[in-house]
């Protein structure tokens, strides 16, 4: 029977690396057990200010300590315009650029935009919702509308921001950006157009700042920083970074997964985006997995970030699970460099030879002697037999056919038998009960 198995084939320092256990989409679908905010003109509204575009919640108290810019903060204001502030509420239309004085927030995603829509809108429509624990806090802006009562296109985003212990954010990073489907780019308000909305983060000391883009368009270009870009940039589009320092260190963004799958003589790729922090020197990349050898990066480089797309074709004998290790650092102290570990997965040993049969084994489940045997010879074969952690047991030369071999003395579980030869490599599995 064939069988897919991975051992680990660890690049660089990705042996001290926890893996997260997120989905390929980073979005967290509110449920009953988040707070929903509500129609600003309706009962049972928590929104205050309620001018539109200017709704403003709070100030939500926090049981964790967030540190931002090298404050630590206890409170939070939710504003309808995709943004978290401190100290104050903010609202209406995105600056031109960051950085902005005396308005320190949080902005996935800044433009005027319609809390609940209107009244004969969806009920799921324009929804801003949040979940706080004791170590995060969650804000979701969901299916949100421009200004005003416009249900032709609408945006989805979260916000994260923890204590940096939380595993709501990857990495040891204390805030996240996630987006889900993000349709139009310029808010409208009082029915004329506004500036290109605007996503970063601000301190307000009118020094330190981060700037994701400026959105005009509904295309799927990024121009960097400043120059306008398209808002289907956003789609699926997740990044983590830390706030801790003054300086925000270097971000990586990706619309991949976490875990690449490719077979053996395939090629694959995975696209990642490594971005200034800011305001910051330029930033210096470097990627690796040693256990790949055709492991390749290609670099593009936009407005001081680097497009980086690694690429790797394996063979059958580097099948496993291997590590992709990524890194961008500025010149900032020991806080300035971010990493980033990305799985790929190789099935073992999914090829046989031309013409011929994958092996067998019998009995299977087994828990004693078994007879291991295959469509051969196969010139200078080895048979290997591996366990669970991916440690070989056996290997053995073999010639001829079959291979007899006592499995008495292993404990239950479920082994992988290889067959590997200069014609190709062949895998099945073996169940030891007792």
């Known amino acids: 029977m064939g069988f897919r198995y991975f051992f680990?084939?660890?690049c660089a320092q990705a042996a001290l690396h926890a893996f997260p256990q997120e989905a390929c989409t980073c979005w967290v679908e509110p449920d009953s057990s988040w707070v929903f905010l509500g129609h600003p003109y309706r009962p049972g509204s928590l929104w205050s200010n309620n001018e539109y575009g200017q709704s403003s919640y709070g100030p939500l108290v926090l049981p964790f300590p967030f540190t931002f810019g090298g404050q630590t903060l206890d409170s939070v204001f939710i504003n309808a315009a995709?943004?978290?502030s401190f100290g104050h509420t903010w609202g209406g239309e995105p600056p031109v650029n960051l950085p902005l004085p005396g308005a320190p927030m949080l902005a996935p995603f800044w433009a005027p935009m319609e809390v609940s829509l209107s009244y004969n809108a969806p009920p799921d429509n324009g929804i801003v919702a949040y979940k706080l624990t004791d170590s995060?806090?969650?804000?979701?802006?969901?299916?949100?509308g421009r200004m005003t009562h416009l249900t032709d296109s609408l945006n989805s985003f979260q916000l994260t921001i923890t204590n940096g212990n939380s595993a709501e954010v990857r990495d040891g990073n204390n805030v996240a950006f996630?987006?889900?489907e993000m349709q139009w780019a310029v808010g409208r308000a009082y029915g004329h157009p506004v500036t290109p909305s605007l996503a970063g983060a601000n301190t307000g000391d009118d020094l330190y700042y981060m700037q994701l883009g400026r959105f005009a368009t509904v295309d799927s270009t990024w121009n960097g920083r400043i120059a306008q870009s398209g808002v289907g940039w956003l789609n699926g589009r997740s990044l983590a970074f830390n706030t801790v320092p003054q300086s925000i260190p270097p971000i990586f963004s990706t619309t991949e997964c976490d875990t690449v799958e490719v077979e053996a003589g395939s090629t694959g790729y995975y696209r990642i985006i490594a971005h200034r922090g800011g305001p910051?020197?330029?930033?210096?990349v470097s990627a690796a997995c040693p256990t790949l050898s055709s492991f390749a990066i290609a670099d593009q480089q936009v407005d001081g970030a680097h497009l980086l797309t690694a690429s790797f074709t394996p063979t059958a004998d580097e099948a496993g699970l291997h590590t992709l290790y990524f890194q961008a650092a500025t010149n900032l102290g020991p806080l300035s460099t971010t990493q980033r570990f990305v799985k790929v997965q190789l099935p073992l040993g999914v090829a046989a030879p031309s013409g011929q049969v994958p092996i067998t084994i019998f009995p299977n489940p087994a828990s004693g002697l078994v007879q291991i045997?295959?469509?051969g010879p196969w010139a200078g074969a080895e048979l290997q037999v591996a366990n669970a952690e991916g440690r070989i047991l056996v290997a053995t030369p073999v010639a001829g056919r079959t291979f007899q071999w006592d499995a008495?003395?292993?404990?239950?579980g479920v082994y992988v038998v290889r067959l590997v030869s200069r014609e190709g490599t062949a895998v099945a599995r073996l169940t030891i009960t007792r």
């Open 8 to 10: 680990f084939g660890l």
């Open 82 to 84: 995709g943004i978290v």
């Open 136 to 144: 995060a806090l969650r804000v979701s802006w969901a299916r949100m």
């Open 178 to 180: 996630c987006y889900k």
């Open 280 to 284: 910051a020197p330029p930033v210096v």
């Open 373 to 375: 045997s295959w469509n």
């Open 408 to 412: 008495g003395g292993l404990p239950e």
